[in-house]
Protein backbone atom coordinates (compact mmCIF):
# COMPACT_ATOMS: atom_id res chain seq x y z
CA UNK A 1 0.00 0.00 0.00
CA UNK A 2 1.03 3.69 -0.66
CA UNK A 3 2.20 5.33 1.96
CA UNK A 4 0.00 8.41 1.20
CA UNK A 5 -3.12 5.98 1.35
CA UNK A 6 -1.19 4.42 4.79
CA UNK A 7 -1.26 7.92 6.37
CA UNK A 8 -4.90 9.22 5.32
CA UNK A 9 -5.91 5.14 6.84
CA UNK A 10 -3.66 6.60 10.37
CA UNK A 11 -5.30 10.35 10.27
CA UNK A 12 -8.63 9.06 9.94
CA UNK A 13 -8.02 6.67 12.96
CA UNK A 14 -6.36 9.11 14.87
CA UNK A 15 -9.23 11.44 14.33
CA UNK A 16 -12.02 9.04 15.33
CA UNK A 17 -9.86 8.02 18.23
CA UNK A 18 -9.95 12.04 19.23
CA UNK A 19 -13.90 12.22 18.56
CA UNK A 20 -14.72 9.57 19.93
CA UNK A 21 -12.13 8.84 23.34
CA UNK A 22 -10.42 12.19 23.81
CA UNK A 23 -13.75 14.28 23.67
CA UNK A 24 -12.49 16.99 25.84
CA UNK A 25 -9.07 18.94 24.71
CA UNK A 26 -5.94 16.73 25.13
CA UNK A 27 -2.91 17.57 24.03
CA UNK A 28 -3.04 16.20 19.81
CA UNK A 29 0.96 15.44 19.70
CA UNK A 30 0.56 13.46 22.51
CA UNK A 31 -2.43 11.17 20.72
CA UNK A 32 -0.67 11.03 17.72
CA UNK A 33 2.70 9.78 19.28
CA UNK A 34 0.53 7.24 21.11
CA UNK A 35 -1.12 6.25 18.20
CA UNK A 36 2.23 5.63 16.20
CA UNK A 37 3.68 3.58 19.01
CA UNK A 38 0.49 1.38 19.59
CA UNK A 39 0.58 0.94 16.26
CA UNK A 40 4.30 0.10 16.05
CA UNK A 41 4.39 2.52 12.77
CA UNK A 42 8.17 3.97 12.37
CA UNK A 43 8.28 4.88 8.91
CA UNK A 44 8.58 8.84 9.09
CA UNK A 45 7.16 9.83 5.87
CA UNK A 46 3.91 8.08 6.84
CA UNK A 47 3.94 9.46 10.34
CA UNK A 48 4.52 13.25 8.78
CA UNK A 49 1.71 13.39 6.08
CA UNK A 50 -0.58 11.79 8.88
CA UNK A 51 0.30 14.48 11.23
CA UNK A 52 0.16 17.28 8.65
CA UNK A 53 -3.68 15.78 7.83
CA UNK A 54 -4.71 15.81 11.84
CA UNK A 55 -3.40 19.21 12.17
CA UNK A 56 -5.23 20.41 9.61
CA UNK A 57 -8.13 19.46 10.17
CA UNK A 58 -7.90 20.13 14.16
CA UNK A 59 -6.46 23.55 12.82
CA UNK A 60 -9.30 24.24 10.53
CA UNK A 61 -12.15 22.31 11.89
CA UNK A 62 -14.51 25.27 12.00
CA UNK A 63 -13.56 25.91 7.86
CA UNK A 64 -13.89 23.01 7.24
CA UNK A 65 -17.32 21.69 8.80
CA UNK A 66 -18.86 24.53 7.73
CA UNK A 67 -17.81 23.90 4.35
CA UNK A 68 -19.11 20.00 4.61
CA UNK A 69 -21.86 21.36 6.37
CA UNK A 70 -22.73 24.01 3.30
CA UNK A 71 -22.78 20.92 0.88
CA UNK A 72 -24.58 18.19 2.89
CA UNK A 73 -28.10 18.88 1.82
CA UNK A 74 -30.27 17.35 4.36
CA UNK A 75 -27.75 16.50 6.64
CA UNK A 76 -26.51 17.66 10.26
CA UNK A 77 -22.54 17.44 11.22
CA UNK A 78 -23.76 15.99 14.27
CA UNK A 79 -25.56 13.43 12.81
CA UNK A 80 -22.70 11.84 10.67
CA UNK A 81 -21.36 8.74 10.68
CA UNK A 82 -18.19 9.77 12.99
CA UNK A 83 -16.07 7.53 10.24
CA UNK A 84 -17.72 9.34 7.50
CA UNK A 85 -17.25 13.08 9.24
CA UNK A 86 -13.83 12.80 9.44
CA UNK A 87 -12.96 11.34 6.00
CA UNK A 88 -14.61 13.68 5.08
CA UNK A 89 -12.73 16.57 6.93
CA UNK A 90 -9.63 15.12 5.63
CA UNK A 91 -10.06 15.01 2.03
CA UNK A 92 -11.87 18.80 2.32
CA UNK A 93 -8.75 19.73 4.28
CA UNK A 94 -7.06 18.24 1.13
CA UNK A 95 -9.01 20.08 -1.65
CA UNK A 96 -8.69 23.63 0.66
CA UNK A 97 -4.78 23.59 1.53
CA UNK A 98 -2.82 21.13 0.10
CA UNK A 99 -2.39 22.66 -3.77
CA UNK A 100 0.44 19.66 -4.00
CA UNK A 101 -2.24 17.23 -3.81
CA UNK A 102 -4.00 16.57 -7.39
CA UNK A 103 -7.84 17.20 -6.69
CA UNK A 104 -8.66 13.73 -8.68
CA UNK A 105 -6.26 11.66 -6.10
CA UNK A 106 -7.69 13.42 -2.60
CA UNK A 107 -10.94 12.42 -3.49
CA UNK A 108 -10.26 8.82 -5.02
CA UNK A 109 -8.50 8.44 -1.53
CA UNK A 110 -11.11 9.63 0.50
CA UNK A 111 -13.70 7.44 -1.47
CA UNK A 112 -11.62 4.68 -1.10
CA UNK A 113 -11.26 4.91 2.38
CA UNK A 114 -14.70 5.02 2.53
CA UNK A 115 -15.16 2.08 0.77
CA UNK A 116 -12.72 0.48 3.48
CA UNK A 117 -13.97 1.71 6.70
CA UNK A 118 -17.63 2.94 5.86
CA UNK A 119 -19.54 1.13 3.11
CA UNK A 120 -20.93 1.42 -0.12
CA UNK A 121 -23.42 4.08 0.57
CA UNK A 122 -20.83 6.16 2.58
CA UNK A 123 -18.43 6.42 -0.49
CA UNK A 124 -20.88 8.04 -2.83
CA UNK A 125 -22.32 10.21 0.21
CA UNK A 126 -18.65 10.98 0.39
CA UNK A 127 -18.07 11.73 -3.19
CA UNK A 128 -20.82 13.78 -3.88
CA UNK A 129 -19.73 16.44 -1.28
CA UNK A 130 -15.93 16.24 -2.15
CA UNK A 131 -17.08 16.10 -5.78
CA UNK A 132 -19.34 19.58 -4.68
CA UNK A 133 -16.54 21.82 -3.20
CA UNK A 134 -13.89 20.45 -5.86
CA UNK A 135 -16.08 21.97 -8.75
CA UNK A 136 -16.14 25.09 -6.22
CA UNK A 137 -12.23 25.33 -6.10
CA UNK A 138 -12.31 24.69 -9.74
CA UNK A 139 -14.80 27.67 -9.95
CA UNK A 140 -13.09 29.87 -8.26
CA UNK A 141 -9.40 29.59 -9.60
CA UNK A 142 -11.41 30.13 -13.20
CA UNK A 143 -12.87 33.21 -11.34
CA UNK A 144 -9.36 34.14 -10.58
CA UNK A 145 -7.63 33.95 -13.56
Request: glycine fraction near 2%; include cysteine; hydrophobic fraction near 40%.
Amino acid sequence: MRKRTLSRENALKILYQMDVVYKEEQDIDQIVNNFFDEQDIIDKRIKDFAYKLVMGVKDNLALIDKKISDYAANWELDRMAVIDKNILRIGCFELMFLDDIPIKVAINEAVEIAKKYSGAESSKFVNGILDRIKSERLNSKTTAS
